[in-house]
């Protein structure tokens, strides 16, 4: 499996804007099929523990509450070089230097709000999975 499946997230802001059917459209055309997905509300604490690695940067709380200032959309995407042609698809973190085409430069307000997170490994591919969803939600 590692390398066919990657994890995203549609961001609250994105939501708010009411970007989730033309992001997920957007991933579909690009050729991924969506095996999982879920609409919920972040706490605090799950929002702390899924951005540890950031914990330390000085963002870390400006994250947080935008992360949980609104639901998101949670998704397993699957297609072959799934996190790397992902990536390409999402465009980079800062919408301004996003390539045309890619869902940050369609949809994103800033480099915090960012309409949209993907996996940036197979190995976090797979952990992100399994913090959002049980593998019975998964559908193959």
Partial sequence: MAGNITFTMIKPEAMRKGAAGAILKMIQEAGFEIIALKMKQMSTKDAEEFY????????????????TSGPIIAAVL????????????????????????TIRKAFATNVTMNAAHG????????????FHFDKNEIIE
């Fill in 119 to 130: 996996s940036d490994s197979d190995d976090n591919a797979a952990i992100e999975t399994a």
């Fill in 78 to 101: 699957k297609k072959e070089n799934a996190v790397e042609d992902y990536r390409k698809l999402l465009g980079t973190t800062n919408p301004e230097t996003a390539d045309e085409g």
């Fill in 52 to 67: 540890a690695v950031h914990k330390d940067r000085p963002f870390f709380d400006g994250l947080i509450s935008f992360m």
